[in-house]
């Protein structure tokens, strides 16, 4: 387990683990979110519950040394896993993502609401994760086969780079500090998640400074405190 334990919460004392279903805990009265911050996915979901407001314990488990744990919640094994205050467990980050907009409310949503700015917010976001989909398939392909397939690391490479192509161009077009106006929303999120993952994991597939649209609005990301906070240093998993 991660050494970063941190809670944006005031609960007191350690949650701990009970290992009967989910359903028949008694939980306590405050969002979990499970999942480690050097993952992109979860990390958005931290980075959004930050802007938002929201006060959650953090349980940094590794989707590799705390599977079995994670099993108990979801059963993909996979982070994000974010349990609510009543128990219901909500998995994959944009239903997460989804739920925290619906309990912001109409005015502090990180997503357009409908129309053409919607539909542009998603794919950003889709793009964005997409992106992230593939460095972490690159990063298994290297560190878990002892034998790694050059065709399957071309693909996702040419992947990674079409998309880091199409993101700066539309990074270079904008005419407001972030996506879509004057504050962060989800698909500023989820590109500068992308951006930091792909310095840290990949810094052999393209340097920073060859995307200065997308690295700038990363920086500006980065330099608020709801980003800052949640950083861990990305530690591969090992065979």
Same mark, same amino acid.
């Given at each position: 387990?991660?050494?970063?334990?941190?809670?944006?919460? $005031?609960?007191?004392?350690?949650?701990?683990? *009970?290992?009967?279903?989910?359903? *028949?805990?008694?939980?306590?009265? $405050?969002?979990?979110?499970?999942?480690?911050?050097?993952?992109?996915?979860?990390?958005?979901?931290?980075?959004?519950?930050?802007?938002?407001?929201?006060?959650?314990?953090?349980?940094?488990?590794?989707?590799?040394?705390?599977? *079995?744990?994670?099993?108990?919640?979801?059963?993909?094994?996979?982070?994000?896993?974010?349990?609510?205050?009543?128990?219901?467990?909500?998995?994959?980050?944009?239903?997460?993502? *989804?739920?925290?907009?619906?309990?912001?409310?109409?005015?502090?949503?990180?997503?357009?609401?409908?129309?053409?700015?919607?539909?542009?917010?998603?794919?950003?976001?889709?793009?964005?994760?997409?992106?992230?989909?593939?460095?972490?398939?690159?990063?298994?392909?290297?560190?878990?086969?002892?034998?790694?397939?050059?065709?399957?690391?071309?693909?996702?490479?040419?992947?990674?780079?079409?998309?880091?192509?199409?993101?700066?161009?539309?990074?270079?077009?904008?005419?407001?500090?972030?996506?879509?106006?004057?504050?962060?929303?989800?698909?500023?999120?989820?590109?500068?998640?992308?951006?930091?993952?792909?310095?840290?994991?990949?810094?052999?597939?393209?340097?920073?400074?060859?995307?200065?649209?997308? $690295?700038?609005?990363?920086?500006?990301?980065?330099?608020?405190?709801?980003?800052?906070?949640?950083?861990?240093?990305?530690?591969?998993?090992?065979?």
């Amino acid at each position: 387990m991660s050494t970063l334990e941190c809670r944006s919460s $005031t609960v007191g004392g350690e949650f701990q683990l *009970d290992q009967r279903r989910p359903a *028949d805990i008694d939980w306590p009265m $405050t969002l979990i979110l499970i999942g480690q911050y050097d993952s992109p996915f979860v990390r958005r979901v931290a980075i959004a519950l930050n802007l938002h407001g929201f006060g959650y314990e953090h349980r940094s488990w590794s989707t590799f040394a705390d599977a *079995d744990k994670l099993a108990v919640y979801n059963p993909l094994r996979r982070v994000p896993t974010m349990v609510l205050e009543n128990g219901e467990v909500l998995i994959e980050s944009m239903a997460i993502l *989804d739920h925290l907009d619906e309990q912001a409310g109409p005015d502090r949503r990180l997503l357009p609401g409908a129309g053409a700015d919607r539909r542009a917010a998603l794919k950003t976001c889709a793009l964005a994760t997409g992106l992230c989909d593939k460095m972490v398939s690159l990063v298994y392909e290297r560190v878990l086969h002892e034998e790694t397939s050059d065709v399957w690391i071309a693909r996702c490479t040419a992947q990674v780079s079409g998309v880091l192509t199409a993101l700066e161009a539309e990074c270079a077009a904008l005419v407001t500090p972030f996506w879509f106006g004057e504050r962060p929303g989800h698909a500023d999120i989820a590109v500068a998640c992308a951006m930091q993952f792909l310095r840290e994991a990949h810094p052999d597939i393209a340097a920073m400074s060859d995307w200065p649209a997308l $690295t700038a609005l990363t920086q500006r990301c980065e330099a608020m405190v709801a980003f800052s906070s949640v950083v861990q240093r990305f530690d591969p998993p090992r065979r």
